[in-house]
């Protein structure tokens, strides 16, 4: 009987705990929303330094831009801004620091 008993009681944590569940996933979803956008400066500041560190490591042409895309958004992840979905145009880049 304390067996049944034990048994029971497993299956209804297993049960609640599957009912909450779903809660902390839409729970995180919402605060990946509320990252802050990094201004265009900055991500220009962190293409020059993942340039520079592209140059030490290097990286070959072939696989600069997946490189540069994780440099810079694993340093934005570290500091709870949003990633960026593209690099920034050369365009964007002021003169004095291309």
């Known amino acids: 009987m304390f067996n ?15 009912l909450f569940l779903p809660l902390n996933i839409a729970n995180g979803e919402e605060v990946a929303l509320d990252k802050l956008v990094a201004d265009k400066d900055f991500v220009i ?21 997946d490189y540069l895309m994780t440099c810079i958004n694993d340093e934005l992840e570290m500091i709870d801004y949003q990633p960026i979905t593209e690099l920034p145009k050369v365009d964007d880049i002021p003169d004095t620091i291309k």
């Open 4 to 18: 049944t008993r034990v048994t029971v009681m497993k299956k209804v944590l297993v049960v609640v705990a599957a």
């Open 45 to 65: 500041s962190l293409l020059m330094n993942c340039k520079e560190d592209a140059v030490e490591d290097e990286i070959a042409d072939i696989d600069m831009h």
